[in-house]
């Protein structure tokens, strides 16, 4: 992964992705926006990101997962959701989610999440 790792914040409203944007600013991160799953296939393809945020809430996480396996470039997948347990916490981290993360979240607790999965190793196999 880059020294600075891009982000691709997959997130239907523009507000929203503008104060993910702002809370990754100070910290050097490239953030590019999708609105959906469609969006983000094609960005994938085009300038692979090294984490994917995803809205949990209004996009199917079971089928994002299944997506963003198949990319050749592996990517971090950090799914955001108003409606974190521990049991749905659970169940993104076995379905494939690097992690999860209950919004509304503070800037620099994203900046952390993002950080932190940005310099872990890939220990999944990829397929090509």
């Not at 994917?52 to 996009?59: K, Q, S, W, Y």
């Not at 916490?89 to 993002?114: I, N, Q, S, T, Y």
């Amino acid at each position: 992964m880059s020294a600075t790792p891009n982000v691709l914040a997959v997130v239907p409203e523009p507000s929203e992705f503008a104060l993910i944007a702002a809370g990754l600013a100070t910290s050097g991160v490239r953030t590019c926006h999708a609105a959906d799953l469609l969006e983000a296939i094609l960005h994938q393809y085009g300038c692979p990101a090294d984490v994917i945020l995803c809205d949990a809430d209004r996009i199917d996480w079971g089928q994002a997962i299944e997506l963003f396996r198949q990319f050749r470039h592996p990517s971090r997948v950090i799914f955001l959701t108003r409606l974190a347990d521990e049991r749905l916490w659970l169940e993104m981290l076995d379905a494939g989610a690097d992690d999860l993360l209950e919004k509304p979240c503070r800037p620099e607790d994203l900046r952390w999440v993002v950080d932190a999965a940005s310099h872990r190793p890939y220990a999944r196999a990829v397929s090509a």
